[in-house]
């Protein structure tokens, strides 16, 4: 099963607007990740938080995370169309049952028009 | 090369054949990390190595599926007699040993693999 979950699964806006995705997770995590995906692609790496961070900035993009409600969102301001792509929430658990392993929500997919 | 390279990118095979597939890490990189994704859907764990080790194989659908790392380098995942729900992108990933945590992963651009 997937440790983490994104909310909405999809997501249509128009350029300019802000973006807003959540992930809610299941275990304690050492961090929690952001990546992006464009269609066909790999997946590239956006943000990295620690469980004892609570609001990271890079860019356009605001990451917040709350381990008491072992939840995260993911802001994307001013979107602008190249920001279409699929957005994946990732979990570090390191439990005796996921040591070492990164596990992934199924994702938000993201429309931007121009 | 600077990032994770794979092959073959795109592999049509019939139903039955064995097929391997390669990763190329990051020079360095001593984590590495196969995910399998079906049309669009998210990861799904497969193997994670430390070395040449993998703590944990939990994410292997079959024993069907195996996978080695020689050298602290190159991984291959091997399927053996594929079925058509193995269709799918397999992804590779590497990562610096970051200690008691996973760092930023570092992701090939995948092999699609479609079973006929």
């Known amino acids: 099963s997937q440790q983490g979950e994104e909310d909405p699964q999809a997501l249509s806006i128009q350029e300019g607007e802000n973006a807003t995705m959540n992930c809610s997770y299941k275990?304690?995590?050492?961090?929690l990740q952001w990546y992006r995906q464009n269609s066909g692609r790999g997946l590239v790496h956006l943000i990295l938080?620690?469980?004892?961070?609570r609001e990271k900035h890079s860019g356009r993009l605001r990451v917040t995370l709350d381990t008491s409600k072992k939840s995260s969102s993911l802001l994307i301001t001013a979107s602008r169309a190249a920001d279409t792509a699929s957005y994946f929430c990732?979990?570090?658990?390191?439990?005796?049952?996921?040591?070492?392993?990164?596990?992934f929500g199924a994702g938000t997919q993201v429309v931007v028009t121009p | 090369g600077a990032g994770v390279s794979q092959s073959p990118s795109n592999k049509v095979t019939e139903k039955g054949k064995d097929v391997e597939l390669r990763c190329d890490p990051i020079?360095?990189?001593?984590?590495l990390y196969w995910y399998r994704q079906s049309l669009g859907q998210g990861l799904e764990f497969l193997i994670y190595?430390?070395?040449?080790?993998?703590?944990?194989k939990s994410g292997l659908p079959s024993d069907r599926f195996s996978a080695e790392r020689t050298g602290g380098s190159v991984s291959t995942l091997t399927i053996q007699r594929t079925q058509q729900e193995d269709s799918a992108v397999y992804l590779c990933?590497?990562?610096?040993?970051?200690?008691?945590?996973?760092?930023?992963?570092?992701f090939g651009e995948g092999s699609r693999l479609t079973v006929l």
């Open positions: 990732a979990t570090d658990a390191w439990t005796t049952d996921s040591w070492g392993k990164l596990q």
């Open positions: 190595f430390q070395g040449n080790s993998a703590p944990d």
């Open positions: 020079s360095g990189h001593t984590a």
């Open positions: 990933a590497s990562s610096a040993d970051s200690g008691f945590a996973t760092g930023e992963l570092f």
């Open positions: 938080i620690r469980s004892n961070e």
């Open positions: 275990t304690s995590i050492n961090n």
